[in-house]
Protein backbone atom coordinates (compact mmCIF):
# COMPACT_ATOMS: atom_id res chain seq x y z
CA UNK A 1 0.00 0.00 0.00
CA UNK A 2 2.65 2.06 1.01
CA UNK A 3 4.54 2.19 -2.76
CA UNK A 4 0.45 2.76 -4.05
CA UNK A 5 0.19 5.83 -2.08
CA UNK A 6 3.29 7.77 -4.03
CA UNK A 7 2.13 6.64 -7.56
CA UNK A 8 3.26 9.00 -10.05
CA UNK A 9 1.85 10.31 -13.55
CA UNK A 10 4.50 9.76 -16.46
CA UNK A 11 4.10 13.31 -17.68
CA UNK A 12 3.87 11.94 -21.34
CA UNK A 13 0.46 10.79 -20.49
CA UNK A 14 -0.53 13.81 -18.41
CA UNK A 15 -0.12 15.99 -21.57
CA UNK A 16 -2.11 13.20 -23.68
CA UNK A 17 -5.14 13.18 -21.46
CA UNK A 18 -4.74 17.09 -20.75
CA UNK A 19 -4.28 18.35 -24.28
CA UNK A 20 -0.51 19.81 -25.01
CA UNK A 21 -2.30 19.57 -28.33
CA UNK A 22 -5.11 20.89 -30.21
CA UNK A 23 -8.38 20.05 -28.17
CA UNK A 24 -11.57 18.20 -29.60
CA UNK A 25 -14.78 18.41 -29.51
CA UNK A 26 -15.18 18.08 -25.65
CA UNK A 27 -11.69 20.25 -24.86
CA UNK A 28 -11.63 23.66 -23.48
CA UNK A 29 -11.46 26.41 -25.64
CA UNK A 30 -7.55 28.16 -26.30
CA UNK A 31 -8.43 31.62 -26.67
CA UNK A 32 -6.13 33.47 -23.55
CA UNK A 33 -3.14 35.22 -24.70
CA UNK A 34 0.07 36.56 -22.79
CA UNK A 35 -1.64 39.82 -21.94
CA UNK A 36 -5.25 38.25 -21.28
CA UNK A 37 -3.05 35.67 -18.59
CA UNK A 38 -1.19 38.62 -17.14
CA UNK A 39 -4.49 40.69 -16.57
CA UNK A 40 -6.10 37.63 -14.93
CA UNK A 41 -3.11 37.39 -12.58
CA UNK A 42 -3.59 40.88 -12.38
CA UNK A 43 -6.99 40.59 -11.78
CA UNK A 44 -6.56 37.96 -9.03
CA UNK A 45 -4.02 39.71 -6.89
CA UNK A 46 -5.01 43.36 -6.99
CA UNK A 47 -8.12 42.84 -5.31
CA UNK A 48 -9.47 42.36 -1.28
CA UNK A 49 -5.84 42.25 -0.03
CA UNK A 50 -5.06 45.88 -1.47
CA UNK A 51 -8.78 47.14 -0.91
CA UNK A 52 -9.11 45.13 2.68
CA UNK A 53 -6.67 43.46 4.42
CA UNK A 54 -4.01 45.82 3.70
CA UNK A 55 -5.82 47.82 6.54
CA UNK A 56 -4.86 45.05 9.31
CA UNK A 57 -1.57 44.35 8.00
CA UNK A 58 -0.49 47.88 8.73
CA UNK A 59 -1.92 47.95 11.80
CA UNK A 60 -0.05 44.85 13.16
CA UNK A 61 3.14 45.72 11.48
CA UNK A 62 3.24 49.32 10.61
CA UNK A 63 4.88 51.25 8.44
CA UNK A 64 7.64 48.63 8.64
CA UNK A 65 4.85 46.47 6.70
CA UNK A 66 6.97 46.82 3.83
CA UNK A 67 9.38 44.69 4.83
CA UNK A 68 7.19 41.58 4.71
CA UNK A 69 5.79 42.68 1.66
CA UNK A 70 9.09 42.52 -0.03
CA UNK A 71 9.56 39.26 1.69
CA UNK A 72 6.73 37.68 0.40
CA UNK A 73 7.24 38.86 -3.04
CA UNK A 74 10.52 37.33 -3.31
CA UNK A 75 8.85 33.92 -1.84
CA UNK A 76 6.21 33.94 -3.97
CA UNK A 77 8.91 35.21 -7.06
CA UNK A 78 10.86 32.22 -6.42
CA UNK A 79 7.40 30.23 -6.28
CA UNK A 80 6.35 31.91 -9.39
CA UNK A 81 9.47 30.29 -11.28
CA UNK A 82 8.60 26.85 -10.43
CA UNK A 83 4.86 27.30 -11.45
CA UNK A 84 6.78 28.16 -14.42
CA UNK A 85 8.94 25.23 -14.73
CA UNK A 86 5.89 23.39 -14.02
CA UNK A 87 3.81 24.97 -16.55
CA UNK A 88 6.09 24.66 -19.37
CA UNK A 89 6.53 21.22 -19.22
CA UNK A 90 3.19 20.13 -17.78
CA UNK A 91 0.37 22.91 -19.61
CA UNK A 92 -2.80 21.35 -18.89
CA UNK A 93 -5.51 22.62 -16.16
CA UNK A 94 -4.75 21.47 -12.72
CA UNK A 95 -2.22 23.81 -11.34
CA UNK A 96 -0.27 22.47 -8.30
CA UNK A 97 -2.11 19.37 -8.12
CA UNK A 98 -1.19 18.35 -11.21
CA UNK A 99 2.27 19.25 -10.67
CA UNK A 100 2.43 17.83 -7.68
CA UNK A 101 0.91 14.35 -9.29
CA UNK A 102 4.01 14.39 -11.23
CA UNK A 103 6.33 14.92 -8.75
CA UNK A 104 5.59 13.65 -5.14
CA UNK A 105 3.05 11.02 -5.90
CA UNK A 106 -0.71 10.35 -5.63
CA UNK A 107 -1.51 11.09 -2.38
CA UNK A 108 0.50 14.47 -2.13
CA UNK A 109 -1.21 15.18 -5.45
CA UNK A 110 -4.83 14.62 -3.36
CA UNK A 111 -2.97 17.11 -0.52
CA UNK A 112 -2.77 19.54 -2.73
CA UNK A 113 -5.35 19.26 -4.23
CA UNK A 114 -7.98 19.67 -1.02
CA UNK A 115 -5.41 22.64 -0.20
CA UNK A 116 -6.36 24.27 -3.06
CA UNK A 117 -10.25 24.25 -2.13
CA UNK A 118 -8.79 26.64 0.75
CA UNK A 119 -7.21 29.01 -1.86
CA UNK A 120 -10.13 29.52 -4.59
CA UNK A 121 -13.12 28.37 -2.53
CA UNK A 122 -12.85 29.69 0.61
CA UNK A 123 -10.63 32.52 -0.06
CA UNK A 124 -13.25 33.20 -2.32
CA UNK A 125 -15.22 33.53 0.61
CA UNK A 126 -13.27 36.28 2.21
CA UNK A 127 -13.37 38.19 -1.39
CA UNK A 128 -16.87 38.15 -0.79
CA UNK A 129 -17.36 39.25 1.92
CA UNK A 130 -15.33 41.79 1.18
CA UNK A 131 -16.86 43.16 -1.55
CA UNK A 132 -20.28 43.36 0.45
CA UNK A 133 -18.85 45.82 2.49
CA UNK A 134 -17.47 48.07 -0.31
CA UNK A 135 -20.65 47.59 -1.91
CA UNK A 136 -23.03 48.74 0.94
CA UNK A 137 -20.65 51.65 1.65
CA UNK A 138 -21.58 52.79 -2.46
CA UNK A 139 -24.72 52.55 -1.84
CA UNK A 140 -24.88 54.27 1.20
CA UNK A 141 -23.26 57.60 -1.11
CA UNK A 142 -26.52 57.32 -3.21
CA UNK A 143 -28.81 57.31 0.04
CA UNK A 144 -30.08 53.65 -0.60
CA UNK A 145 -29.11 52.26 2.67
CA UNK A 146 -28.91 48.22 3.44
CA UNK A 147 -30.83 47.30 6.79
CA UNK A 148 -27.07 45.75 8.66
CA UNK A 149 -28.48 42.66 9.73
CA UNK A 150 -28.80 42.04 5.79
CA UNK A 151 -25.06 42.56 5.08
CA UNK A 152 -23.21 41.51 7.73
CA UNK A 153 -22.36 37.50 8.73
CA UNK A 154 -23.92 36.25 11.42
CA UNK A 155 -20.65 34.94 12.88
CA UNK A 156 -19.09 38.64 12.83
CA UNK A 157 -22.13 40.09 14.52
CA UNK A 158 -21.99 37.41 17.33
CA UNK A 159 -18.20 37.49 17.94
CA UNK A 160 -18.81 41.60 18.18
CA UNK A 161 -21.68 41.36 20.50
CA UNK A 162 -19.42 38.62 22.91
CA UNK A 163 -16.21 40.16 22.95
CA UNK A 164 -17.88 43.66 22.90
CA UNK A 165 -15.69 45.25 19.75
CA UNK A 166 -15.78 48.41 18.55
CA UNK A 167 -17.72 47.29 15.12
CA UNK A 168 -20.70 49.55 15.06
CA UNK A 169 -22.10 47.78 12.35
CA UNK A 170 -21.96 44.17 13.37
CA UNK A 171 -23.36 45.27 16.50
CA UNK A 172 -26.05 47.10 14.77
CA UNK A 173 -27.17 44.28 13.14
CA UNK A 174 -27.21 41.95 16.08
CA UNK A 175 -29.36 44.68 17.83
CA UNK A 176 -31.73 45.00 15.27
CA UNK A 177 -31.84 41.65 13.54
CA UNK A 178 -35.12 40.05 13.16
CA UNK A 179 -35.82 37.16 15.10
CA UNK A 180 -37.18 33.72 14.08
CA UNK A 181 -37.58 30.93 16.02
CA UNK A 182 -35.11 32.10 18.30
CA UNK A 183 -32.87 33.40 16.20
CA UNK A 184 -31.48 35.93 14.79
CA UNK A 185 -31.70 36.65 10.94
CA UNK A 186 -28.33 37.75 10.16
CA UNK A 187 -27.20 37.03 6.49
CA UNK A 188 -25.01 38.88 4.04
CA UNK A 189 -27.18 38.94 1.13
CA UNK A 190 -24.87 41.27 -1.12
CA UNK A 191 -21.81 38.81 -0.81
CA UNK A 192 -24.48 36.10 -1.55
CA UNK A 193 -25.89 37.87 -4.62
CA UNK A 194 -22.53 38.59 -6.31
CA UNK A 195 -21.16 34.89 -5.56
CA UNK A 196 -24.34 33.51 -8.15
CA UNK A 197 -23.98 36.26 -10.40
CA UNK A 198 -19.99 35.08 -10.55
CA UNK A 199 -20.85 31.74 -10.68
CA UNK A 200 -23.05 32.34 -13.60
CA UNK A 201 -20.68 34.45 -15.95
CA UNK A 202 -17.67 31.79 -15.24
CA UNK A 203 -20.20 29.11 -16.11
CA UNK A 204 -21.32 30.63 -19.41
CA UNK A 205 -17.55 30.58 -20.72
CA UNK A 206 -13.73 31.56 -20.62
CA UNK A 207 -14.03 34.06 -23.45
CA UNK A 208 -16.85 36.32 -21.82
CA UNK A 209 -15.31 36.11 -18.63
CA UNK A 210 -11.69 37.41 -19.84
CA UNK A 211 -13.19 40.57 -22.02
CA UNK A 212 -15.44 41.34 -18.84
CA UNK A 213 -12.08 40.50 -16.38
CA UNK A 214 -9.55 42.80 -19.34
CA UNK A 215 -11.96 45.36 -18.73
CA UNK A 216 -12.09 45.89 -14.96
CA UNK A 217 -8.19 45.31 -14.92
CA UNK A 218 -7.74 48.46 -16.86
CA UNK A 219 -10.21 49.97 -14.68
CA UNK A 220 -9.20 49.49 -11.16
CA UNK A 221 -4.97 49.72 -12.32
CA UNK A 222 -5.63 53.48 -13.48
CA UNK A 223 -7.84 54.08 -10.36
CA UNK A 224 -4.59 52.60 -8.30
CA UNK A 225 -2.42 54.94 -9.85
CA UNK A 226 -4.27 57.50 -9.05
CA UNK A 227 -4.44 56.81 -5.80
CA UNK A 228 -1.01 56.62 -5.30
CA UNK A 229 0.24 60.14 -6.89
CA UNK A 230 -3.04 61.64 -5.02
CA UNK A 231 -1.84 60.08 -2.09
CA UNK A 232 1.97 60.61 -1.98
CA UNK A 233 1.32 64.34 -2.92
CA UNK A 234 -0.67 65.40 0.33
CA UNK A 235 1.48 62.96 2.29
CA UNK A 236 4.72 65.27 0.95
CA UNK A 237 2.80 68.28 0.74
CA UNK A 238 1.34 68.13 3.81
CA UNK A 239 4.70 67.09 5.81
CA UNK A 240 3.37 63.77 6.98
CA UNK A 241 6.51 61.53 6.47
CA UNK A 242 6.90 61.77 10.22
CA UNK A 243 4.41 58.85 9.90
CA UNK A 244 6.87 56.03 8.44
CA UNK A 245 8.80 56.05 11.63
CA UNK A 246 6.38 56.90 14.32
CA UNK A 247 7.36 57.17 17.99
CA UNK A 248 7.61 54.36 20.41
CA UNK A 249 8.77 53.89 24.27
CA UNK A 250 11.18 55.36 25.31
CA UNK A 251 10.54 58.64 23.14
CA UNK A 252 12.66 57.27 20.00
CA UNK A 253 11.04 56.57 16.93
CA UNK A 254 10.97 53.35 14.73
CA UNK A 255 9.88 51.82 10.98
CA UNK A 256 8.93 48.84 12.84
CA UNK A 257 6.87 50.27 15.63
CA UNK A 258 5.98 46.50 16.63
CA UNK A 259 9.60 45.26 16.31
CA UNK A 260 9.72 42.46 13.78
CA UNK A 261 7.63 40.06 15.58
CA UNK A 262 5.03 42.57 15.13
CA UNK A 263 5.52 42.86 11.46
CA UNK A 264 5.38 38.82 10.97
CA UNK A 265 2.16 39.18 12.95
CA UNK A 266 0.66 40.23 9.43
CA UNK A 267 1.50 37.21 7.32
CA UNK A 268 -1.58 36.30 6.98
CA UNK A 269 -3.00 39.78 5.49
CA UNK A 270 -0.27 40.44 3.59
CA UNK A 271 0.36 36.65 1.87
CA UNK A 272 -3.47 36.86 1.26
CA UNK A 273 -2.44 40.42 -0.98
CA UNK A 274 -0.49 37.75 -2.86
CA UNK A 275 -2.81 34.94 -3.38
CA UNK A 276 -4.01 35.17 -7.43
CA UNK A 277 -0.40 34.46 -9.36
CA UNK A 278 -0.82 30.92 -9.38
CA UNK A 279 -4.26 30.71 -10.82
CA UNK A 280 -2.88 31.78 -14.41
CA UNK A 281 -1.28 28.17 -14.28
CA UNK A 282 -4.74 26.90 -13.67
CA UNK A 283 -5.62 28.17 -17.38
CA UNK A 284 -3.24 26.01 -19.18
CA UNK A 285 -5.88 24.28 -21.38
CA UNK A 286 -7.04 27.78 -22.28
CA UNK A 287 -3.66 29.12 -23.31
CA UNK A 288 -3.22 30.18 -27.28
CA UNK A 289 0.81 29.05 -26.14
CA UNK A 290 1.27 27.83 -22.79
CA UNK A 291 4.50 26.95 -22.48
CA UNK A 292 5.69 30.24 -23.34
CA UNK A 293 3.01 32.41 -22.16
CA UNK A 294 2.11 31.27 -18.86
CA UNK A 295 5.24 31.09 -17.10
CA UNK A 296 5.13 35.07 -18.64
CA UNK A 297 1.87 35.63 -17.28
CA UNK A 298 2.50 35.01 -13.91
CA UNK A 299 5.81 36.49 -13.72
CA UNK A 300 4.76 40.13 -14.77
CA UNK A 301 1.74 39.80 -12.87
CA UNK A 302 3.53 39.41 -9.74
CA UNK A 303 5.95 42.46 -10.50
CA UNK A 304 3.39 44.85 -11.45
CA UNK A 305 1.59 43.97 -8.25
CA UNK A 306 4.65 43.97 -6.20
CA UNK A 307 5.12 47.61 -6.84
CA UNK A 308 1.86 48.84 -6.75
CA UNK A 309 1.72 47.07 -3.18
CA UNK A 310 4.89 48.70 -2.07
CA UNK A 311 3.58 52.32 -2.97
CA UNK A 312 0.41 51.87 -1.53
CA UNK A 313 1.67 50.96 1.40
CA UNK A 314 3.92 53.86 1.85
CA UNK A 315 1.11 56.29 0.84
CA UNK A 316 -1.38 54.54 3.65
CA UNK A 317 0.99 54.67 6.77
CA UNK A 318 2.46 58.01 5.35
CA UNK A 319 -1.19 59.81 5.16
CA UNK A 320 -2.46 58.26 8.19
CA UNK A 321 -0.31 56.96 11.81
CA UNK A 322 -0.50 53.08 11.59
CA UNK A 323 -2.15 52.89 14.76
CA UNK A 324 -6.01 54.78 12.96
CA UNK A 325 -5.75 51.34 11.01
CA UNK A 326 -7.53 48.88 13.92
CA UNK A 327 -10.57 47.48 12.48
CA UNK A 328 -10.50 49.33 9.02
CA UNK A 329 -11.58 46.99 6.46
CA UNK A 330 -11.69 49.84 3.38
CA UNK A 331 -7.90 51.10 4.25
CA UNK A 332 -7.60 53.16 0.85
CA UNK A 333 -10.63 54.87 0.90
CA UNK A 334 -10.19 55.36 4.47
CA UNK A 335 -7.28 57.41 4.16
CA UNK A 336 -8.81 60.53 2.43
CA UNK A 337 -11.75 60.51 5.15
CA UNK A 338 -12.53 64.25 6.51
CA UNK A 339 -10.29 63.85 9.60
CA UNK A 340 -7.14 62.60 7.63
CA UNK A 341 -6.48 63.95 3.61
CA UNK A 342 -10.10 65.03 3.21
CA UNK A 343 -10.35 64.51 -0.28
CA UNK A 344 -13.65 63.46 -0.67
CA UNK A 345 -14.05 62.52 -4.49
CA UNK A 346 -11.37 60.53 -3.98
CA UNK A 347 -13.24 58.51 -1.27
CA UNK A 348 -16.31 58.04 -3.83
CA UNK A 349 -13.63 56.75 -6.54
CA UNK A 350 -12.26 54.13 -4.19
CA UNK A 351 -15.40 52.66 -3.38
CA UNK A 352 -16.39 52.37 -7.12
CA UNK A 353 -13.04 51.06 -7.69
CA UNK A 354 -13.20 48.81 -5.23
CA UNK A 355 -16.38 46.78 -6.13
CA UNK A 356 -15.12 46.40 -9.41
CA UNK A 357 -11.71 45.50 -8.09
CA UNK A 358 -13.38 42.20 -5.74
CA UNK A 359 -15.11 41.40 -8.56
CA UNK A 360 -12.70 40.44 -10.85
CA UNK A 361 -10.87 38.59 -8.17
CA UNK A 362 -13.83 36.39 -7.65
CA UNK A 363 -13.97 35.77 -11.52
CA UNK A 364 -10.57 34.41 -11.53
CA UNK A 365 -10.74 32.76 -8.64
CA UNK A 366 -13.78 31.13 -9.03
CA UNK A 367 -12.56 30.06 -12.59
CA UNK A 368 -9.69 28.29 -11.19
CA UNK A 369 -11.58 25.88 -8.74
CA UNK A 370 -13.73 23.74 -10.75
CA UNK A 371 -10.42 23.18 -13.48
CA UNK A 372 -8.79 21.50 -10.21
CA UNK A 373 -11.62 19.27 -9.62
CA UNK A 374 -11.87 18.64 -13.49
CA UNK A 375 -8.40 17.41 -13.53
CA UNK A 376 -8.77 15.49 -10.27
CA UNK A 377 -11.77 13.70 -11.49
CA UNK A 378 -9.62 12.98 -14.72
CA UNK A 379 -7.21 10.69 -12.37
CA UNK A 380 -10.05 8.96 -10.87
CA UNK A 381 -10.08 10.71 -7.53
CA UNK A 382 -13.02 12.58 -7.74
CA UNK A 383 -16.67 11.23 -9.24
CA UNK A 384 -16.17 11.59 -13.41
CA UNK A 385 -18.90 14.28 -13.15
CA UNK A 386 -16.41 16.96 -12.15
CA UNK A 387 -15.45 16.84 -15.77
CA UNK A 388 -18.60 17.16 -17.37
CA UNK A 389 -17.48 20.10 -19.93
CA UNK A 390 -20.91 22.01 -21.09
CA UNK A 391 -21.52 20.53 -24.70
CA UNK A 392 -22.33 24.42 -25.57
CA UNK A 393 -20.47 26.91 -23.78
CA UNK A 394 -17.09 24.31 -23.46
CA UNK A 395 -16.82 24.66 -19.65
CA UNK A 396 -16.48 22.70 -16.85
CA UNK A 397 -20.59 23.32 -15.73
CA UNK A 398 -20.65 20.62 -12.90
CA UNK A 399 -17.77 21.94 -10.85
CA UNK A 400 -18.73 25.17 -11.81
CA UNK A 401 -21.80 25.29 -9.86
CA UNK A 402 -20.59 22.81 -6.90
CA UNK A 403 -18.14 25.73 -6.82
CA UNK A 404 -20.45 28.37 -6.55
CA UNK A 405 -22.07 26.05 -3.90
CA UNK A 406 -19.15 25.90 -1.85
CA UNK A 407 -18.56 29.36 -1.81
CA UNK A 408 -21.59 30.49 -1.37
CA UNK A 409 -22.87 28.11 1.31
CA UNK A 410 -20.11 28.74 4.19
CA UNK A 411 -21.33 32.86 3.63
CA UNK A 412 -23.88 32.41 5.54
CA UNK A 413 -22.11 31.12 9.08
CA UNK A 414 -18.25 31.90 8.86
CA UNK A 415 -16.05 35.39 8.88
CA UNK A 416 -13.76 37.11 7.83
CA UNK A 417 -11.20 36.66 9.94
CA UNK A 418 -11.08 32.68 10.02
CA UNK A 419 -11.18 32.31 6.02
CA UNK A 420 -8.32 34.56 5.83
CA UNK A 421 -6.28 32.98 8.52
CA UNK A 422 -7.28 29.51 6.73
CA UNK A 423 -6.60 30.13 3.07
CA UNK A 424 -3.40 31.67 3.49
CA UNK A 425 -2.02 29.03 5.83
CA UNK A 426 -3.14 25.80 3.16
CA UNK A 427 -1.70 28.26 0.00
CA UNK A 428 1.66 28.68 1.44
CA UNK A 429 1.39 25.25 2.07
CA UNK A 430 0.96 24.00 -1.61
CA UNK A 431 3.18 26.77 -2.60
CA UNK A 432 6.05 25.01 -0.69
CA UNK A 433 5.56 21.35 -1.60
CA UNK A 434 5.60 23.10 -5.65
CA UNK A 435 8.94 24.27 -4.89
CA UNK A 436 10.00 21.18 -3.53
CA UNK A 437 8.60 19.16 -6.52
CA UNK A 438 10.67 20.96 -9.06
CA UNK A 439 13.31 19.26 -7.00
CA UNK A 440 12.41 15.58 -7.54
CA UNK A 441 11.34 15.96 -11.52
CA UNK A 442 14.08 15.15 -13.83
CA UNK A 443 16.07 18.14 -15.73
CA UNK A 444 15.03 18.54 -19.28
CA UNK A 445 16.68 19.48 -22.74
CA UNK A 446 15.82 23.10 -23.48
CA UNK A 447 13.44 23.62 -26.56
CA UNK A 448 12.73 27.43 -28.16
CA UNK A 449 10.07 28.87 -27.29
CA UNK A 450 9.34 27.35 -23.94
CA UNK A 451 10.50 28.40 -20.43
CA UNK A 452 13.49 26.73 -18.71
CA UNK A 453 14.20 27.66 -15.58
CA UNK A 454 18.10 28.35 -15.43
CA UNK A 455 19.87 25.59 -12.85
CA UNK A 456 22.01 27.27 -10.19
CA UNK A 457 24.03 24.60 -8.33
CA UNK A 458 23.08 25.38 -4.90
CA UNK A 459 25.79 22.90 -3.45
CA UNK A 460 27.60 25.24 -2.27
CA UNK A 461 25.85 28.80 -2.17
CA UNK A 462 22.24 27.17 -0.14
CA UNK A 463 24.06 26.18 2.66
CA UNK A 464 25.99 29.41 3.00
CA UNK A 465 23.08 31.29 3.13
CA UNK A 466 21.38 29.69 5.68
CA UNK A 467 24.82 29.79 7.75
CA UNK A 468 24.31 33.66 7.19
CA UNK A 469 20.81 33.95 8.07
CA UNK A 470 21.68 31.81 11.12
CA UNK A 471 25.00 34.57 12.20
CA UNK A 472 22.76 37.52 11.21
CA UNK A 473 19.59 36.68 13.44
CA UNK A 474 22.40 35.87 16.34
CA UNK A 475 24.06 39.53 15.92
CA UNK A 476 20.53 41.43 15.66
CA UNK A 477 19.83 39.91 19.06
CA UNK A 478 22.81 37.63 20.58
CA UNK A 479 19.28 36.38 22.64
CA UNK A 480 17.78 35.35 19.85
CA UNK A 481 18.29 31.31 20.21
CA UNK A 482 18.16 31.21 23.68
CA UNK A 483 14.62 32.96 24.20
CA UNK A 484 13.61 30.54 21.34
CA UNK A 485 13.78 28.01 23.50
CA UNK A 486 12.24 29.72 26.44
CA UNK A 487 8.67 29.02 27.57
CA UNK A 488 8.04 30.59 30.67
CA UNK A 489 5.04 32.74 30.11
CA UNK A 490 4.21 33.45 33.70
CA UNK A 491 5.20 37.50 33.22
CA UNK A 492 2.62 37.61 30.05
CA UNK A 493 -0.54 39.44 31.30
CA UNK A 494 -2.68 37.49 28.68
CA UNK A 495 -1.53 34.54 29.91
CA UNK A 496 -1.98 35.90 33.73
CA UNK A 497 -5.35 36.73 33.02
CA UNK A 498 -6.43 33.48 30.92
CA UNK A 499 -6.79 35.50 27.82
CA UNK A 500 -4.03 33.38 26.11
CA UNK A 501 -2.98 29.61 26.91
CA UNK A 502 0.26 28.32 26.87
CA UNK A 503 0.23 27.29 23.14
CA UNK A 504 -1.13 30.43 21.68
CA UNK A 505 2.25 32.05 22.85
CA UNK A 506 4.69 28.96 22.32
CA UNK A 507 3.27 28.90 18.87
CA UNK A 508 5.64 30.68 17.10
CA UNK A 509 8.66 29.79 18.97
CA UNK A 510 8.06 26.19 18.42
CA UNK A 511 7.42 27.14 14.88
CA UNK A 512 10.58 28.48 14.31
CA UNK A 513 12.58 25.52 16.25
CA UNK A 514 10.72 23.51 13.44
CA UNK A 515 11.96 26.16 10.68
CA UNK A 516 15.50 26.20 11.62
CA UNK A 517 15.81 22.52 11.68
CA UNK A 518 13.85 21.99 8.81
CA UNK A 519 16.83 24.58 7.08
CA UNK A 520 19.69 22.88 8.35
CA UNK A 521 18.34 19.54 7.04
CA UNK A 522 17.38 20.94 3.99
CA UNK A 523 21.20 22.90 3.59
CA UNK A 524 23.00 19.18 4.03
CA UNK A 525 20.22 17.55 1.49
CA UNK A 526 20.77 20.66 -0.82
CA UNK A 527 24.84 19.55 -0.52
CA UNK A 528 24.70 16.05 -1.24
CA UNK A 529 22.20 16.21 -4.31
CA UNK A 530 23.62 19.54 -5.67
CA UNK A 531 20.15 20.66 -5.99
CA UNK A 532 18.97 23.56 -8.18
CA UNK A 533 18.71 27.44 -5.58
CA UNK A 534 15.37 28.85 -7.32
CA UNK A 535 13.14 26.07 -5.71
CA UNK A 536 15.46 25.46 -2.66
CA UNK A 537 15.19 29.49 -1.73
CA UNK A 538 11.10 28.97 -2.47
CA UNK A 539 11.01 25.88 -0.33
CA UNK A 540 12.58 27.89 2.54
CA UNK A 541 11.00 31.11 2.22
CA UNK A 542 7.60 29.74 1.99
CA UNK A 543 9.13 27.91 5.30
CA UNK A 544 9.61 30.89 7.21
CA UNK A 545 5.96 32.66 5.94
CA UNK A 546 4.72 29.64 7.77
CA UNK A 547 6.36 30.42 11.01
CA UNK A 548 4.17 33.19 11.24
CA UNK A 549 0.97 31.43 11.44
CA UNK A 550 -0.76 31.10 15.11
CA UNK A 551 -2.07 28.29 16.63
CA UNK A 552 -5.83 28.30 15.40
CA UNK A 553 -4.43 28.25 11.61
CA UNK A 554 -2.42 25.19 12.71
CA UNK A 555 -4.93 23.43 14.17
CA UNK A 556 -8.20 24.09 11.36
CA UNK A 557 -5.36 23.66 8.75
CA UNK A 558 -4.42 20.07 10.08
CA UNK A 559 -8.56 19.40 10.77
CA UNK A 560 -8.94 19.89 7.34
CA UNK A 561 -6.21 18.18 5.76
CA UNK A 562 -7.11 14.80 7.90
CA UNK A 563 -10.99 15.09 6.62
CA UNK A 564 -9.49 15.41 3.28
CA UNK A 565 -7.56 11.54 3.92
CA UNK A 566 -10.48 10.67 4.62
CA UNK A 567 -12.36 11.45 1.69
CA UNK A 568 -9.57 10.19 -0.66
CA UNK A 569 -9.03 6.71 1.47
CA UNK A 570 -12.97 6.12 1.04
CA UNK A 571 -12.85 7.03 -2.78
CA UNK A 572 -9.89 8.70 -4.61
CA UNK A 573 -7.45 5.66 -3.66
CA UNK A 574 -9.73 2.77 -4.78
CA UNK A 575 -10.99 4.53 -8.41
CA UNK A 576 -7.65 6.00 -8.73
CA UNK A 577 -6.64 5.38 -12.50
CA UNK A 578 -3.22 4.61 -11.63
CA UNK A 579 -4.47 2.19 -9.40
CA UNK A 580 -2.17 -1.52 -9.81
CA UNK A 581 0.04 0.39 -11.34
Sequence with gaps: MSNSLFRRKNITNILAEGGDGVHGEGGLKRVLTLKDLTFFGIAAILGA???SSLGAA???GGPGVVVLFVITAIACGFTALCYSEFASRIPVAGSAYTYAYASFGELFAWIIGWALIMEYSIGNIYVAYS????FTSLMSKFDIHIPAYFCTSYMEAKDAIANSSGNKEAILAWNTAPVIAGLRFIIDIPALIINLAITYLVFRGVKESKNFSNLMVWLKLGVVLIIILV???FVFSNGLTFNWTPPISGGSHSFM???FSGVMMAVSGVFFAYIGFDAVSVLAEESKNPQRDLPRGMMLSLIICTIIYILLTLVLTGAVNYQKFEGIGDPLAFIFEPENLNVGWMQFLVAITAVVAMTSVLLVFQMGQPRIWMSMSRDGLLPTVFQKIHPKYKTP????????LVVGIPIIFTDKTFVLDFTSIATLFAFLLVCGGVLLIPKKEKIPGRFQMPYINGRFIFPLIVAVAFVTAYLLSKTYFTEMFQFDFSSNEDFVNGKSGFWDLATPKVSLIIFWGFAILLALIAFVKKYSLIPLMGVITCAYLLTGMSKSNWL???GWLCLGLVVYFIYGYN????RGK
Excluded: A
Excluded at 397 to 404: A, D, H, N, Y
Design 397 to 404: SFSTIITG
Design 58 to 60: IFD
Design 257 to 259: PKG
Design 131 to 134: WSDY
Design 556 to 558: WFI
Design 231 to 233: GGY
Design 575 to 578: NSKL
Design 49 to 51: GSF
